[in-house]
C-alpha cells in the first residue's frame, strides 16, 4: 500500500510571502488523515511548520503518520525551507514519539500551573518593588542578549535570533515600565537586588516572560522566591493560571517549575532540512 498527500486546496500565498497548505493522507487514493503544512508565523518563509497531522484511528500504528510528516518535509524542501517546527500538546505522546523518531529535537516547552485563592507570602527577609526606569534600559538589553544567544544555541541563524529578540521585546514592552498589563519587578533580600521578574497579565491568566537571579545570588532560594511573586502579583490581578515557557535544557530551571506544581502542556520540536 502508498500513503501519499494529496493537497485539497491551491498552494496560499499571503502578502508578506508566507506560504499555506492543506492535505489529505491518503493510502492508495483513500483519505486515512490530514496535515496542514505552513511557513512560520514568526521565522518567516526559511522555517516550515506543521500545524496539524491527524491519522484516524483505524490507520494508526501502520507508518502512516510517520510517511506523512516525512512528505510533508519534502514539500517544506520544495519551499525552500532550511528547518521545519512542529508544537506537540503533552497529552498527544504518539505523536511525540513519531517525531523524536523523525528526527525532531526537544527546544522548549510550555508549563503553566493553576493557582489556589490564597497569594503565597515570600520569605522573610524578602520584598518586591516595580523596576526603575534606571535599571530598566540595561535590564532590557541584557534580556535581549540572553534571549538571542538561547535561540541560537538551537538551531536558529544569529540574525534570526537577535531579530526575535529585538521585535519580541518591543512588542511586549513598548512602553518600558508603563506598558499597561505588564509588572516589572526587582526582588530584594535584605534590602540587596537580588532578581528581576516580568509578569504579563493576559485576559484570562499570567505570564511569566523573565525570571531571572543575580549570578551572584543563585542557590540560595531567590528562583523560588521570584516565581512565588509571580503568583502572589497573578492571585492579586484575579488570574488563576500562570504560564512560563522554558528552554530544553535549563534542569534547574525545569526542576524549580516542577517543585512549585507546573505541568507541561506542549512541546516544540524542530528539525534541519539538509
Known amino acids: 500500500m502508498t500513503t501519499t498527500l494529496r493537497p485539497t486546496e491551491p498552494l496560499q500565498r499571503a502578502a508578506d510571502g508566507a506560504l499555506s497548505r492543506h492535505f489529505n493522507v491518503c493510502v492508495n487514493s483513500r483519505p486515512v488523515g490530514a496535515i496542514h503544512l505552513t511557513t512560520h508565523p514568526v521565522f518567516g518563509?526559511?522555517?516550515a511548520q506543521?500545524?496539524?497531522l491527524r491519522i484516524a484511528e483505524p490507520d494508526r500504528g501502520r507508518g502512516r503518520g510517520t510517511v506523512a510528516a516525512l512528505a510533508a518535509e519534502e514539500v517544506a524542501r520544495g519551499w525552500g525551507c532550511a528547518r521545519i517546527e512542529v508544537s506537540v500538546p503533552a497529552k498527544a505522546q504518539e505523536l511525540l514519539?513519531?517525531?523524536t523518531a523523525l528526527?525532531?529535537?526537544h527546544r522548549n516547552r510550555g508549563m503553566e500551573k493553576h493557582l489556589g485563592t490564597t497569594a503565597p507570602a515570600l520569605p522573610e527577609g524578602s520584598r518586591a518593588r516595580p523596576m526603575t526606569e534606571a535599571e530598566f534600559g540595561p535590564w532590557n538589553q541584557q534580556g535581549m542578549?540572553?534571549?538571542?544567544?538561547?535561540?541560537?544555541s538551537r538551531g536558529v541563524p544569529e540574525d534570526e535570533a537577535w531579530a526575535k529578540a529585538r521585535r519580541d521585546h518591543a512588542n511586549a514592552l513598548p512602553h518600558g515600565t508603563d506598558t499597561p498589563g505588564v509588572l516589572l519587578s526587582v526582588l530584594e533580600h535584605e534590602g540587596t537586588p537580588v532578581g528581576t521578574l516580568w509578569l504579563a497579565l493576559d485576559t484570562d491568566r499570567a505570564y511569566v516572560y523573565d525570571v531571572e537571579t543575580d549570578a551572584r545570588f543563585r542557590g540560595r532560594g531567590h528562583g523560588r522566591?521570584?516565581?512565588?511573586?509571580?503568583e502572589s502579583q497573578a492571585a492579586a490581578a484575579g488570574k488563576r493560571i500562570v504560564g512560563l515557557n522554558v528552554f530544553a535544557g535549563n534542569t534547574p530551571a525545569e526542576r524549580l517549575y516542577e517543585s512549585l506544581g507546573y505541568r507541561t502542556v506542549g512541546y516544540v520540536m524542530y528539525k534541519p532540512l539538509l
Do not use: N, Q, T
Open 225 to 230: 522566591s521570584l516565581m512565588l511573586l509571580a
Open 103 to 105: 528526527g525532531y529535537v
Open 45 to 47: 518563509p526559511a522555517v
Open 145 to 152: 542578549a540572553d534571549y538571542a544567544r538561547e535561540w541560537i
Open 50 to 52: 506543521i500545524r496539524d
Open 97 to 99: 514519539r513519531l517525531v
